[in-house]
């Protein structure tokens, strides 16, 4: 199932994406302790960029945003599990696939197609929350 998803991983020019959490999320909570970046939640829980990162006081993201890493931000969903797409990498620079989609009993994790980055971007992306990888 995730080879039909993803493609070839190997294949660097490929287009990758963030991960979301469907609405058939059941809240087992399986996913988040396996996200190296703490990019996932339990629903209506608020959330940092400074949340297992590197990151620390006011910051410029790859993106262009500017935040303040050590801000609580609001919550994406108040119901189920989410993903923060700006700190999603698909696990790039820790693992082979994502280990959200891996673990998940119900394969509710799947590509956003609301927030497609190459794979050199969500490398980017890793050095950047974890420069010390």
């Not at 994406?17 to 909570?29: V, Y």
């Not at 698909?90 to 956003?112: I, L, R």
Request: charged content about 25%; overall charge negative; proline content about 7%.
């Amino acid at each position: 199932m995730f080879q039909q998803i993803y493609g070839n991983l190997n294949d660097s020019k490929e287009i990758a994406m963030a991960i979301i959490i469907t609405d058939e999320c059941i809240n087992c909570g399986a996913c988040e302790p396996e996200c190296p970046n703490t990019a996932i939640y339990e629903g209506a829980d608020d959330w940092r960029y400074s949340d297992g990162t590197s990151l620390t006081g006011n910051v410029v993201l790859p993106n262009g945003k500017e935040v303040n890493a050590d801000d609580a931000q609001t919550p994406v969903s108040d119901e189920i599990y989410y993903i923060v797409p700006d700190k999603c990498t698909e696990c790039k620079g820790f693992h082979e696939e994502p280990q959200c989609a891996a673990v998940c009993p119900v394969d509710c994790c799947v590509p956003d197609d609301d927030h497609v980055e190459s794979e050199e971007e969500l490398l980017g992306k890793q050095k950047f929350m974890h420069p010390e990888e």
